[in-house]
């Protein structure tokens, strides 16, 4: 007799929820880690960083703030408007993310490129998932 591990289908709900909680996890160990680059924490406290005007500030925080809904949106919103939305969002942050990557190509900040390169994979995980998302036979 042989004995399997016991397993059940994950929603794609839940699929796409817990990718959307991957990227964040990743976006905020990247932010984390990149307070031990030389001279970061020097530039947050004089002010001479990236984010050095509150419209940059603002922008920074709002996109961040989409791929956050995310997790919940995939939840709680229609089939349709979640499928959509997954690819349509997805795609953005994929490119978004790949190019943060190649832009950050630098020996302090390789830790930077492999979660970014990580983020775009994950992200492209969500548009599949999302683009393959099975449809019922209820009438």
């Not at 289908?9 to 990149?34: H, P, Q």
């Not at 961040?64 to 942050?93: E, Y």
Request: proline residues 2%.
């Amino acid at each position: 007799m042989t004995t399997h591990l016991e397993d059940f289908k994950i929603n794609i709900r839940i699929k796409l929820s817990a990718l959307w909680t991957s990227v964040m996890f990743c976006y905020i160990y990247g932010d984390y880690f990149e307070l031990y680059v030389p001279e970061k924490v020097q530039g947050l406290l004089n002010g001479h960083n990236m984010l050095d005007t509150p419209i940059k500030l603002f922008t920074a925080t709002f996109i961040l703030t989409v791929p956050a809904l995310m997790i919940f949106l995939s939840l709680m919103l229609s089939a349709k408007l979640t499928k959509w939305l997954n690819i349509g969002i997805g795609i953005f942050f994929t490119i978004l993310t790949f190019l943060v990557g190649i832009s950050s190509i630098s020996e302090w900040r390789m830790f930077y490129v492999f979660l970014s390169f990580l983020e775009s994979i994950i992200t492209l995980i969500v548009i599949w998932q999302a683009w393959t998302w099975k449809k019922s036979n209820v009438e």
